[in-house]
Each structure stands twice: as structure tokens, then as C-alpha cells.
């Protein structure tokens, strides 16, 4: 990571799984730079202006899944506001430096909203990811408080496009808890990603980054994930991960699995 100049989410946001991803030969890749256009309440990333663009990052992205002989890559990426595709096209060449390299590593994107442009969701779905994930994070009563520049109806869009534009490829989402939000709201943006086709679900719990972000209302106990878990299944989710450590990508590589065998049968 050093040597290549990459930035992974792992790191930069702080997450409690790093080692034992990277143990199982799963990795988070940040493109696009380390610093945000947006200001999340809930989020460890630096935000500001970003720097120049650096079209070179994905060749050095697919260097580093051959090198770490990664067999589950995931690319996600800070908000790029600044740019007229949201930073599309770097996804979409990162995928196919990574497919050219690395044939046999799964990739799964987590993508930002692209501020609803329906082109730059196009464009990374037409370079062929495995896994299209792009985060839900909270209620929508919540959205104002915790999500700078995010909309829930924008995001809940882009999940239903990338359904219809490629049923191939699986949708998965992740929403947090701990922020303020009810229990019924939880369900009832289940139901919501359910009206989308979303397949894939992780629930985790906030953790508050430091005493300059969103404040952390309580602590969930493990028999409340188990709870919510029960709740997704039953609305039809092919795969939910959720405990108070659980973060997007963690356990990605067998969420993709259980997609994939959910598929074949």
C-alpha cells in the first residue's frame, strides 16, 4: 500500500476488522484520493477539496491485488462532487485493470451516489463488477443530521437502476445503528430495499470516531443484531451480516458466496 501510494477505507475510516480481512485475503481500496467533497457526521474520512485527479490509480490498484494475491477485492471511494461523473470512469478502469491483472479476484464496488447521475452508474455497472454495494447507512429521518449532501429516496434510486440495468450482478447495502433511529424505522427501510431487489444486507453498530462527530445514542446488544438479522431474512434478503462490529465489507468474500449459491440453486 505504501509503495503504490494507495489509500484503503480500512484504514482511513478506522475499522475495527482490518486484520482480519486482510488475513483472508480481502482488501478495501479508497480511489479517487483520501479526501471527501462531503462532511458525514458519522464518518472517520477527511473531507476539504480534493486534489487533481490521478488517472494512473488504477493500474496501481490492480498492482496491489496481484501482489497481495487478494481474492476478494473491494473498490470504494471518498464523494467527488468536484467531478462531472462522480469519479465513474476511475471506478470503471479500475475494475478493468484489476479483471486484466487479476482474472480470478472477485470485485465488488462500493459506490457513492453519484448525485443521482444516472450515466455514471451505467458506467461502472457496464465494466462488470461482481457486487454492486452502495450504502444505505441510517433511517431517512435521519439523513439531514448524519448524511451531509446524501438524499435516502437518491439512494434507494440508485439500488433500484442498477437492479434493472444489471440483474446479474448482485446489489447489497449497509445501514448502521446507534445513531437515534427507531426500531420500526429500521424495518421499515428494510421493506424499502427489499421493493429495490437488494440481496445483500450488513448491520452494524456506530461507533462514534471522535467528539466532533454525530453522538452515539446507544449501544446495541448482540441479541438485538440477532434480532434484526431475523427481521431481514424473513423479508427475503439471500444474505445478512449483522453484529456490532460488522462493517460493509466484512466477511464480503463469503456474502458474495452465499449470493452465488442463492443464484445457482
Known amino acids: 500500500m505504501r509503495d503504490l501510494k494507495l489509500n484503503t ?16 485475503g480481502t482488501a478495501t481500496f479508497m480511489i479517487l484520493g483520501d479526501i471527501c467533497t462531503r462532511a458525514c457526521a458519522y464518518c472517520a ?19 496491489a491485488v496481484d501482489r497481495m494475491g487478494l481474492r476478494y477485492a473491494v473498490i470504494t471511494s471518498v ?10 470512469f476511475i471506478f470503471a478502469e479500475t475494475i478493468r485493470c484489476t479483471r486484466a491483472r487479476v482474472p480470478d479476484c472477485r470485485i465488488e464496488v462500493l459506490i457513492p451516489d453519484f448525485q443521482g447521475m444516472e450515466s455514471a452508474l ?14 444505505i447507512e441510517t433511517v431517512p429521518r435521519l439523513y439531514r443530521m448524519a448524511r451531509s449532501g ?14 434493472h440495468y444489471r440483474p446479474d450482478i448482485a446489489t447489497k447495502t449497509g445501514i ?14 428494510f421493506d424499502d430495499l427489499r421493493r429495490c431487489g437488494v440481496s445483500i444486507l450488513t448491520i452494524g453498530q456506530y461507533l462514534r470516531p471522535s467528539p466532533k462527530h454525530a453522538t452515539m445514542t446507544r449501544y446495541y446488544h448482540p441479541d438485538e ?23 460493509s465489507s466484512y466477511h464480503a468474500h463469503e456474502q458474495a458466496d452465499a449470493y452465488d449459491a442463492h443464484t445457482r440453486a
Open 9 to 24: 477505507v480500512c484504514e482511513d475510516a478506522h475499522c475495527p476488522n482490518i486484520g482480519e480481512c486482510w488475513h483472508h
Open 45 to 63: 474520512v477527511a473531507h476539504g477539496r480534493p486534489t487533481e485527479l490521478d488517472t494512473a490509480e488504477p493500474a496501481r490498484v490492480a498492482e
Open 79 to 88: 464523494d467527488r462532487d468536484d467531478l462531472a461523473d462522480g469519479g465513474a
Open 122 to 135: 451505467r458506467t461502472v455497472l457496464d465494466a462488470g463488477p461482481d457486487v454492486l454495494n452502495h450504502n
Open 150 to 163: 446524501g438524499k435516502y429516496p437518491r439512494s434507494l434510486e440508485l439500488l433500484d437502476r442498477s437492479r
Open 176 to 189: 448502521m445503528v446507534g445513531l437515534g433511529e427507531a426500531h420500526e424505522e429500521l424495518l421499515a427501510v
Open 225 to 247: 443484531f440477532a434480532a434484526l438479522k431475523r427481521a431481514a431474512m424473513d423479508r427475503g434478503f439471500v444474505h445478512v451480516e449483522s453484529g456490532p462490529l460488522v462493517r
